[in-house]
């Protein structure tokens, strides 16, 4: 069916170090993507968004990357916190849709 | 209300039974999706409701599966006869529009356990 894939399921991090999350993408046609964050428990926020005319877009500590030509995300988090643990999504869906496909998921693990 | 609501957090039922899951959408959000997560897994698209438009049912895994909106606001997703493969989160979401302009507000999920 239809998916967004991640290459790393677990990612373990010191604390102070930089993480980097991988996804790659199916759909061509997508031109909108999120990275969201889940903690225990609750549902996913999210963190960041770019749309497919950009190639790198930066919020507060993280940046996300795009990559069209072979499909794939990441997300760059700085100076990882141990608030940062949690299960970190891509998703992706397209200009004015209503539908997210969301990838798998990764773990992130930081070590004090 | 202040975010999305689903109710209950937790349901564990035997299989078989029937069981119905609630989501209170954000108010005036007019797209409401539902969505699965297994233990470990990534989130799996469900349906979604968007204004007086026909729902996106293309995601509903059998015909077991089942979710009215009503009156545009309240949602429940209904499992009929549920399987042990049915337990899983399901996450509710609610947005004002499109996922590209508006984005999702997600709930809290119910965590269903088929025992």
């Known amino acids: 069916g239809e998916s967004v894939g991640l290459h790393l399921p677990t990612l373990s991090v010191q604390e102070g170090d930089n993480s980097i999350i991988n996804c790659a993408y199916s759909?061509?046609?997508?031109?909108?993507f999120i990275w969201y964050k889940q903690e225990s428990g609750k549902g996913p926020q999210f963190i960041i968004d770019?749309?497919?005319?950009?190639d790198k877009r930066q919020g507060q500590r993280v940046t996300v990357l795009l990559n069209k030509t072979v499909k794939h995300l990441s997300l760059q988090i700085a100076a990882t916190q141990p608030g940062d643990s949690a299960v970190y999504f891509c998703a992706e869906t397209f200009t004015g849709g209503f539908k997210t496909i969301f990838g798998a998921g990764t773990r992130l693990f930081v070590k004090a | 209300g202040a975010g999305v609501s689903q109710s209950p957090s937790n349901k564990v039922t035997e299989k078989g039974k029937d069981v119905e899951l609630r989501c209170d959408p954000i108010?005036?959000?007019?797209?409401l999706y539902w969505y699965r997560q297994s233990l470990g897994q990534g989130l799996e698209f469900l349906i979604y409701?968007?204004?007086?438009?026909?729902?996106?049912k293309s995601g509903l895994p059998s015909d077991r599966f089942s979710a009215e909106r009503t009156g545009g606001s309240v949602s429940t997703l209904t499992i009929q006869r549920t399987q042990q493969e049915d337990s899983a989160v399901y996450l509710c979401a609610s947005s004002l529009g499109s996922a590209d302009t508006y984005g999702y507000t997600f709930g809290s999920g119910t965590r269903l356990t088929v025992v």
């Open positions: 108010s005036g959000h007019t797209a």
């Open positions: 409701f968007q204004g007086n438009s026909a729902p996106d």
């Open positions: 770019i749309r497919s005319n950009m």
């Open positions: 759909n061509s046609a997508s031109d909108y």
